[in-house]
Structure formats: structure tokens, C-alpha cells
DNA sequence: CCAAAAGTGTTTGCAGTACACCCATGT
DNA sequence: ACATGGGTGTACTGCAAACACTTTTGG
């Protein structure tokens, strides 16, 4: 039995992070500037190895932190990459995960420390590797996951608004929902605490900030609701 | 650059994979007699190693095909397992997949390769390493894809009952569903082709077979339904 | 006073649910 | 004839969708 150990390859796992931010506005990407070893405009997932005495979530959490100095955030297992040639140095086994930030609460620690940059989904730059794919998969998986799970609340800051967080579901599926169904629809969850302060600056009006019942939101995040018009749409 | 890859340790990369059967009555689970290496009575899911030059997906299609005979049905990553302490042996990644076939198509191929035995979901013998976990895991994955894709069908064999799809519905989610109700829904998919036959032999009436409409089921293998009541129970 | 965004209610239709009786046949 | 499982129809209800006007206030 020990020799069926004995004579198989051994392989390098890596873990990258898809990281999803959101400004208020735009679905945005955490990249990093890819090292050295290429001149051109090259830009990379968060990324990292496996090292010897860590689970993949745990692996998945360092290196996260080590990159952005955030933690404790929303991260999930995506899936595992594992085409013999998706590494061309040599052969790597990348399990991807993803996680979801408010780019407000965290940009100063972000961009200082590894060159990272947030870009807009719309307009990414040349990709590492198979890290395109993976970040397709990812916005899939979060369209599917934020179907039906709260788990767009993870993207705003601490206060937000109504038509934030109508910004940030348009701006996740690409299309645009009606604003009152939607604003009853995340009301009658029952997450939302409304404050008494209002956003200024952007409208004239100004509108209410809101803050998660994070006790509620703990119970409820693995609950289950419909939280767009015609999911059936979604693939 | 290659610095970097150089100082990093290599894993055995696994792949396991949860096979659920169906039998017209109960759900299934499909393990492998684990080796001699243990005398006492420890089971295994299908497993295998990754080798050098073969995808994921590949491998797992490969390890499949080897120990059963079986390959071309539904099989999809579920996910990647990495505790360091999962393999006693030595560090192992293990990347699962869970698989849905008939038991009664297949049943003499699988029997008689390698000591394969189907068990019944309720009644699990003991298992290898993390088996139960990625078990549990592949069952909430199903629970939660059946409920929305029409992949109930790939464990059916070729000419079904509806009181069949009924019974595995029920085994799948382990509680009981209306059958007007559930006849209604699956039938307005409009997958489903009544054939002239009946199956006889179990209840006196006899119940229409049906087969599955394969073109549209191709096209439609990706979109998104009901198939249960109260979808909201599901975690 | 005007422009721009916030906020709010009602109606309509459909899909999901609950529910009960007749049918066909082998014994 | 009867027991067993197969097959069907209807009424109700609640949620989702469509839809438009009023409010606030900065400029």
C-alpha cells in the first residue's frame, strides 16, 4: 500500500482569490502586478503556495492577509483548477477561492502594500494563466450565491443605502431591477436596521443609510430567498 | 521567479469520487473495499491519483472508467479537500467529485471489477479518512442541484415511472412530496416522453414509462426550475 | 424653480399548495 | 371482490411583477 504512496508525483498546489469589491458603484477586482519575470502588462489574481501544515481554507486566509492585511472576511472554495499546462513553469494544482470586500473599507490597506489595484469588471487587464477562466466562474458562482443568499451585504460598508445595494445587485447580474420591488423585497428580510442619518453629497435628497443586523444576518446567511426578478435567467 | 516554485513542497494530489445510485427504490452509495492493508471492515469511495498528464476532470473520468467500467455520465467537481492531517500516510490533496448513475444499467459491470458494493445512504459502513465528510457534502451539493437543474434524471434508467422520479425525489431529499403536485411539475418540463409500455410486475395497474427527451434535455441540462417544494428548507 | 434622486402602494396574474376520488388489474 | 398502487382536477393563496406619482433639496 505504501508503495502505490511511494511512486506517485507529487505536484504544486497553489490558491489564488478571486476577490470582489464594490465601490458604491462598480463590481470591482482586486489584481496584483505580476513580478518581475515579465516586462509586460501582466496582472495576477491573489495568489500563493500550499504549505505543508495548513488546511486550503487556512492557506486561502494567509495568503489573503498577507497580501491586503485583510481577514475575516466573506471566503468561499470556488474549485480546483488542474490542467496539466496551466502553469507553463511547471505543473501546479490552483484551488481557487473567492471572497467578496467593500473597496471603501479596506483601500488604504489594500493598495499600499503589493501593488494591488481594484479594476472594474468590465475592463480587466491581461490575465495570468487560466485566471480569466477562473474569474468567469467566479461572477457565475456569485450570481448563483447571491440568488439566493444575503451574501451581497459582504460588499458594502458598514452604512450603506437602498439604492447602494440596488447599484451593487444591477451591477453584479448586469441588468437592471425595479427599484421598488427590490427595495421591498431586501426590506422584508428583515437584515437591514434603518439608521436615522442620512448619505449627503450625492443626491439632493439624500438618502437613508441603513446598517446588517449582524446577529440576524449570522442566523439567516445560510437562509435561502429569492433575492433577484426571474432567477430562471440565471445559467 | 523559479526561485519561488523551487522552494516549494510538492502534495500528492488525489481524486475521490461520491457515485449516487439509484435503484427505482432507495438512494445509493457506491464504495470499494479498502485494501489489505487494514483488516478491519473499511470502506472507500472511488479513488485514484492524479498523474502528470491529465486534467482534473480527466482523472476523475479515468479513475472512474478503471474501477468501474463506467464512463460519459454526470460527474462534477465538488470540492477539494486539503486538511494536512486527512492522510495518515502522507499529505494527500484530495479533490472530489460526485457522479450520478443508475444501479441497474450498470450494476454486473461494477459488481464485478474491483469488490465495489452499493450501500444504502442510511446505512453506511465505516469509512476511510474524511469519506463521510466529502459524503456529506456531496449530498447538500445534490440536494441543492436537483432542486433547481432537472439532474434527477441521470440516475433514472432508460424508461422510467413518474412514481419512480417520485421515489427518488423523496430519497433524495428524504421527506415525502405530493405526487399530483410532482407529476404535474416534472411533466411540464416537457422533457419527459410517455411511451405506449407500462411496467408491470409491481403494482397491479401498471405505471406509463416514459423516456427522456434527450435533445431538449441537452439543452435544457443548464436551466434553472422548481423541482421541489419549499426550497427554502434547503440549508 | 428646476433637476435629480429618493421614496412609496396598488393591481394583476401565475405558480405553488392542499386536497380526494376514480381507475386498472392481479390475486 | 378487494387490495394495491396509478392517475387525474380544482380551488385557494401568496408572492412576484408591472407600473407612476410625490417628496426633498441643492443648485
Redesign the pocket.
Not at 443605502?161 to 447602494?164: D, R
Not at 450625492?202 to 437613508?208: L, T, V, W
Not at 433577484?228 to 432567477?231: L, R, W
Given at each position: 500500500m505504501l508503495e502505490l504512496y511511494k511512486q506517485q508525483t507529487r505536484c504544486l498546489v497553489a490558491l489564488d482569490s478571486i476577490i470582489f469589491g464594490f465601490d458604491g458603484e462598480e463590481l470591482k477586482l482586486l489584481l496584483v502586478k505580476r513580478g518581475v519575470q515579465t516586462d509586460h502588462d501582466t496582472w495576477s489574481l491573489m495568489g500563493g503556495w500550499l504549505k505543508p501544515n495548513e488546511s486550503l481554507d487556512q492557506a486561502a486566509e494567509r495568503i489573503l492577509f498577507e497580501l491586503t492585511g485583510v481577514s475575516g472576511i466573506f471566503l468561499e472554495q470556488l474549485n480546483a483548477f488542474g490542467d496539466p499546462n496551466r502553469d507553463p513553469v511547471e505543473r501546479t494544482v490552483a484551488v481557487a477561492y473567492y471572497a467578496l470586500v467593500n473597496v471603501k473599507d479596506y483601500e488604504t490597506k489594500i493598495s499600499d502594500t503589493h501593488h494591488a489595484q481594484w479594476f472594474s469588471m468590465h475592463d480587466l487587464p491581461e490575465l495570468l494563466f487560466d485566471h480569466r477562466e477562473m474569474i468567469k466562474i467566479a461572477i457565475e458562482r456569485l450570481r448563483y450565491k447571491a440568488a439566493f443568499h444575503p451574501v451581497g451585504f459582504e460588499l458594502m460598508p458598514e452604512k450603506f443605502?437602498?439604492?447602494?445595494i440596488?447599484n451593487l445587485y444591477e451591477a453584479i447580474y448586469g441588468s437592471n431591477f425595479?427599484?421598488?420591488?427590490f427595495?421591498?423585497?431586501i426590506l422584508?428580510t428583515g437584515l437591514l436596521v434603518k439608521l436615522k442619518e442620512?448619505?449627503?453629497g450625492?443626491?439632493?435628497?439624500?438618502?437613508?443609510l441603513y446598517a446588517l443586523d449582524t446577529e440576524k444576518y449570522k442566523k439567516h446567511s445560510d437562509s435561502f430567498?429569492?433575492f433577484?426578478?426571474?432567477?430562471e435567467g440565471l445559467v
Open positions: 443605502t437602498i439604492p447602494q440596488l425595479d427599484k421598488r420591488n427595495s421591498r423585497k422584508s442620512k448619505q449627503k450625492f443626491s439632493k435628497k439624500g438618502a437613508f430567498m429569492n433577484i426578478p426571474n432567477p
